[in-house]
C-alpha cells in the first residue's frame, strides 16, 4: 500500500464519520464470473483510506480477494430506521498490510475491538477507490459520491 496520496483528504467528512461509527460491512469478491460475499466486522483508517478486517488466510473470501483484487461491498447502519435510510456502497483494492501501514491498522482495528487481539487469522484491507453514502437525513435520495486515482482499479 502507498503512503496517503492528497485525494485522500477530499473525501467527505460524513462519509468518515459514517465509516467509523458502525461495524460491520458485507465484502463482495468474485472469482471465474462466480461472485460471494462474507460478512465482517471492520475499522476504518482515514490515514490510509481503508477498510481493516481479521480473517483467516483460508477464508473463501481471502482466497479469492488475493486472487482478483478489485472487490467491492456495502456498509449499513448498525441499526436501521425505517424513513431514515443511511448506507456505503464502495469498490476498492483487497490487500494484505505489511510492515508500517500494518502496525498503523493494528493500533486503529484493536483500538475498536480490542477482544479481537485472542482470536486467531490476520488482518486484511480494502484500500478504497470508490465510494457512494446514501444518506436520506440529507434529503430523500441524497447521495455523496468520492472516488481516488486508482488506475490499479479495474
Same mark, same amino acid.
Given at each position: ?70 472487490? &467491492?461491498? /456495502? ?7 425505517? @424513513?431514515? %435510510? +443511511? ?6 483494492? $483487497? ?22 487481539? &485472542?482470536? /486467531? ?7 478504497? @477507490?470508490? %465510494? +457512494? ?6 434529503? $430523500? ?14
Amino acid at each position: 500500500m502507498t503512503e496517503p496520496e492528497a485525494a485522500i483528504t477530499a473525501i467527505d467528512k460524513r462519509i468518515v464519520t459514517f465509516l467509523q461509527s458502525q461495524t460491520v460491512l458485507t465484502l463482495a469478491v468474485s472469482k471465474d464470473n462466480s461472485p460471494y460475499c462474507a460478512t465482517c466486522f471492520y475499522a476504518y483508517s482515514l490515514e490510509h483510506n481503508a477498510l481493516i478486517f481479521k480473517s483467516s488466510g483460508e477464508t473463501r473470501h481471502v482466497v479469492i480477494g488475493l486472487e482478483n483484487h478489485s472487490v &467491492a461491498g /456495502s456498509v449499513l447502519p448498525d441499526k436501521l430506521i425505517t @424513513g431514515k %435510510v +443511511k448506507g456505503i456502497q464502495f469498490s476498492g483494492l $483487497f490487500e494484505k498490510p505489511e510492515g508500517t501501514v500494518l502496525s498503523d491498522l493494528q493500533k486503529v482495528y484493536y483500538r475498536k475491538y480490542p477482544f479481537a487481539m &485472542a482470536m /486467531s487469522g490476520d488482518l486484511w484491507i480494502v484500500r478504497l @477507490g470508490w %465510494v +457512494k453514502f446514501t444518506d436520506n437525513t440529507l434529503g $430523500f435520495g441524497t447521495k455523496l459520491t468520492w472516488s481516488a486515482n486508482m488506475p490499479d482499479l479495474k
